[in-house]
């Protein structure tokens, strides 16, 4: 079955930087748009970032956009993100998934999902 594992979560301080990735196992990668949702204690699963297929577009919310970069490597069916300026309102567990649907940040448009990695940012 697909298998998405994400890696690289910890604990930082506040203005830290972490890059997280997420391989796929098990689907052609470069078939799939790949995300990154968060979801901290106690509140909703939020969309964080999406790259397209072949890393032409990317997408943010507004609350990561000039601190994180998604990217991809389709020779390695890996997905990175790169958090800088991290702040304590980081602080969640990050989820990779795979999806091939619209809206680009709607967790309806994806398919498939990781276990996910922790993040936690101290002030």
């Known amino acids: 079955q697909v298998q998405l594992v994400e890696s690289g979560g910890g604990l930082v301080q506040a203005g830290d930087s972490l890059r997280l990735s997420c391989v796929a196992s098990t689907l052609t990668f470069s078939d799939y748009h790949m995300g990154w949702f968060r979801q901290a204690p106690g509140k909703e699963r939020e969309f964080v970032a999406r790259?397209?297929?072949?890393?032409?577009?990317?997408y943010y919310a507004d609350s990561v956009k000039g601190r994180f970069t998604i990217s991809r490597d389709n020779a390695k069916n890996t997905t990175f993100l790169q958090m800088n300026s991290l702040k304590p309102e980081d602080t969640a567990v990050y989820y990779c998934?795979?999806?091939?649907?619209?809206?680009?940040?709607?967790?309806?448009?994806?398919?498939?999902w990781g276990q996910g990695t922790q993040v936690a940012v101290s002030s």
């Open positions: 998934a795979a999806g091939t649907n619209y809206p680009v940040g709607a967790a309806r448009s994806f398919d498939y």
């Open positions: 790259i397209s297929r072949f890393g032409s577009s990317t």
